[in-house]
């Protein structure tokens, strides 16, 4: 298709049609980029600060799902500076916690049978045979601790820990409101730095 001859509203359904989740992603930022931006539009920052710790605890739920990471980073940013960091990293990771845990509910509920069926994969069965077992103990556990911990989505992390049958809801929940209170504390503590 010759995208230079067409009409703009049409090269944008287009796009909107071939490409929704992008299109759903970018949103999101554009979202994230007034919210944080938006300070100098003072009813809309009273507004965010309004909403104190309860706004950390959504922003919390916010910062485990991709689309909306960067909101919550957004809200975070804006909070950090008029709530106590300690308490807001707390509560914080809690919110992010139970998203979590809805994730990894649902994982391991719906993908149960894929995930034993990929475990019999000969490239899964021959990488689990030679992967030593201390690497294999340590490895994904870590590796999904500091997915969880980062912007990067959640969903990854928790499908990581979720498809490891040893890892039981109680060691989940630790590791995960451990690598999310982090990656919160660090936005928070950047937060008041910019402030």
Known sequence: MDYQN???????RVYMEKYPKFLLLFITFLLAYFLFYGRNNLALHAFVISTGY?????????FSYGFTT?????????????QNIYAATIIGGFGALLSDLI?????????ADEIEKLSKEKLIVELDHHTPSKL???FLPVMAGFIIASPLP???????LASIRSISTSLFTLISYASNTFGIFVILTVGKMIS
């Open 54 to 62: 309860l706004g950390i605890f959504i922003a919390g739920l916010m």
């Open 154 to 160: 959640d969903e990854i992390g928790v499908t990581l």
């Open 70 to 82: 960067a909101p919550a980073i957004s809200l975070f940013l804006i909070l950090a500076e008029h």
């Open 136 to 138: 294999k103990k340590y």
């Open 103 to 111: 994730i990894f509910r649902f994982i391991r509920a719906s993908f």
């Open 6 to 12: 067409i009409h703009p509203a049409h090269a944008a």
